[in-house]
Nanobody
Framework: VQLQASGGGLVQAGDSLRLSCAASGRTFGSLAMGWFRQAPGKEREFVAHISANGGYTYYADSVKGRFTISRDNAKNTMELQMNSLKPEDTAVYYC?????????????????WGQGTQVTVSS
């Protein structure tokens, strides 16, 4: 499975962005996925998780109520709608896919990653 993240950019605090992750591979619809982010000098941290069929989602407390994760298995894509962006959301955002069954809330739970897309939020 190969992943390609896109949609990042430079925005002002309070603005919105929509990130997309395109996946190759016929098993996309049977695999859980997630978004993580990594700010300079910090560890990669969990942002959001979505189950294989999209029926279950889970968010980090820092983004709950502002970000929405979704997926379209027919198109092999996953998205992250980010609203009310804050300067502390500035980071490189990565999409990941989990080849094993079950949920995944840490980077060790994911097996393949996209290349990352930069999100910068100015105050």
């Amino acid at each position: 499975v190969q992943l390609q993240a896109s949609g990042g950019g430079l925005v002002q605090a309070g603005d919105s962005l929509r990130l997309s992750c395109a996946a190759s591979g016929r098993t996309f619809g049977s695999l859980a996925m997630g978004w993580f982010r990594q700010a300079p000098g910090k560890e990669r941290e969990f942002v959001a998780h979505i189950s294989a069929n999209g029926g279950y989602t889970y968010y980090a407390d820092s983004v709950k109520g502002r970000f929405t994760i979704s997926r379209d298995n027919a198109k092999n894509t996953m998205e992250l709608q980010m609203n009310s962006l804050k300067p502390e959301d500035t980071a490189v955002y990565y999409c990941g896919i989990r080849l094993r069954s079950g949920l995944g809330f840490s980077k060790q739970d994911y097996d393949h990653w996209g290349q990352g897309t930069q999100v910068t939020v100015s105050s």
